[in-house]
């Protein structure tokens, strides 16, 4: 294919992206070939249109209005010594990223392989869009592939971060109509001290992707095999529809500090992540709303809530169902909740299979309150304490609450000592069984209520 013809190529499929996402830009477009494209006249010359990846890397001067178009390829950033290497772009409007969208394998995708430490930082931007492009190898063990901050009107699909050194994208202070949307982060964090043990990762918290005080929305994404968490919000609102997928991420899926998270005809399928404190979600003083929406955690891990870890936070689910199947842990195998409420109207609830080594095979509760409103066909079952609450542990100072019309079924729990399918620290133990028409049926081993 000619030049011209790659050229003409390039731009009908820029203009049908950037129609197809509502974004209109009226400025520069400057083409960006993989290394090695012969095409290209040496960037000294004054009709040069088009670059190799390395070339702009090297070049201070990058101007509003202007859309770099990256070439199906790899594009190898190859300059720069020893340290950090850091493309700074801060002040622009209207500026987007564009990759190739043509192909989904290999070397037909637009490809930016960082080396050298090289990464991104982009700052006090208005309208900033990144498409269809691939970060490969780029961050240091100091500074994050791709950091962001102060950015009004955030626009991301078809991103991909892939074996970052440290974080892979890291957000500050993002607004306006801001979207993260069909994008992956596999495989970061690689250079964050591997040998850090499951017990200290509380402690030594490095994510895939962080956001901090910020307003996004989040659709159709997956974290996949990164070294840490998946994705940890701290001070900011997020609203998540579509499917997310968590998978085999080392220090949990997700972590929430102070959040609203707001998930809306969404569908979350968290599994086998480990960490010390909820394998899927460790939230602290926050929210997390459920509305019309599918969760299944399956498989997680953690010492402390191997589904949830839930710390002064409120958990409610409107119209949604709940799968929490597989998941073990020191204690709480499937939910740990401590000065925290969870409420499910006119929810499902199904919780299989999880297993604590102390207390609490699904759920455990300190200080905290479970409420059932219209809950129908819910069951807990196989589910297992080596302690006390083959299904649910209810310290003194917690409730359960019940409100007809329930169907909850409790079948083949178990506990070693108290408990099989309700363990309560309690005096008054009618007021945790509902009246009719409610209906509960125990299939436990072990004494179904203690």
């Known amino acids: 294919m000619s030049r011209k013809q790659k050229g003409t190529r390039l731009l009908l499929l820029a203009t049908l992206v950037l129609a197809e996402l509502s974004v209109v830009f009226s400025h520069n477009t400057i083409y960006i070939t993989p290394g090695g494209d012969s095409s290209c006249r040496d960037i000294s010359s004054p009709d040069k249109s088009c670059f190799e990846w390395n070339d702009y890397a090297n070049t201070a001067s990058f101007s509003s209005n202007t859309t770099l178009l990256f070439l199906p390829g790899i594009h190898v950033h190859q300059t720069g010594t020893a340290g950090t290497t850091v493309l700074r772009l801060g002040g622009l409007n209207n500026t987007a990223f564009i990759g190739s969208s043509i192909a989904d394998k290999g070397s037909q995708k637009s490809i930016i392989q960082c080396q050298k430490d090289f990464s ?32 009004i009107g955030l626009q991301m699909e078809g991103l991909s971060i892939q074996d970052s050194s440290r974080e892979a994208l890291n957000l500050d202070r993002i607004s306006g109509k801001s979207r993260i949307k069909n994008s992956s982060f596999i495989g970061n964090n690689i250079r964050i001290n ?7 990762i509380e402690d030594f ?5 962080n956001v901090s005080r910020s307003n996004l929305s989040m659709a159709d994404c997956s974290f996949i095999d ?16 579509g499917g997310h997928v968590f998978n085999n991420n080392r220090g949990g899926a997700m972590i929430l500090f102070q ?44 010492h ?18 709940a799968t929490l199947v597989g998941n073990s842990a020191h204690t709480g195998g499937a939910v740990y909740a401590i000065l925290s409420n969870i409420s ?50 209810v310290d003194f100072k ?18 070693d000592r108290f408990g099989g399918a309700l363990y309560v620290q309690s005096d008054v133990l009618n007021d945790l069984i509902p009246q009719e028409p409610c209906f509960f049926a125990f299939h436990d081993t072990g004494e179904k209520i203690q």
């Open 120 to 151: 991104f930082a982009f700052y006090e931007m208005t309208n900033f869009s990144i498409f269809n492009v691939t970060f490969v190898h780029c961050g240091s063990p100091d500074t994050s592939a791709i950091y962001m901050n102060d950015v």
């Open 194 to 200: 591997p040998q850090v043990s499951e017990t200290e």
């Open 205 to 209: 918290v490095a994510t895939a992707v």
């Open 226 to 241: 990164n070294h840490f968490t998946g994705v940890s919000f701290t001070t900011s609102h997020i609203a998540m529809m």
């Open 259 to 302: 959040s609203n998270l707001k998930a809306s005809q969404c569908s979350l399928s968290v599994s086998g992540n480990t960490a010390k404190m909820g394998g899927g979600i460790r939230s602290t003083a926050s929210i997390i709303a459920v509305d019309l929406g599918t969760l299944l955690f399956s498989g997680n891990n953690a």
């Open 304 to 321: 402390y809530g191997g589904g949830f870890y839930l710390n002064k936070t409120s958990l409610v689910l409107w119209n949604s169902s």
């Open 344 to 393: 499910f109207f006119s929810s499902e609830l199904g919780c299989t299979d999880n297993k604590a080594d102390f207390a609490g095979g699904c759920i455990y509760l300190l200080s905290s309150l479970v409420f059932f409103a219209d809950a129908r066909n819910s069951s807990f079952s196989k589910n297992i304490a080596w302690n006390s609450g083959g299904a649910i542990y």
């Open 398 to 415: 917690s409730t359960l609450f019940f409100e007809a019309p329930l169907s909850l079924m409790f079948a083949n729990n178990s506990a």
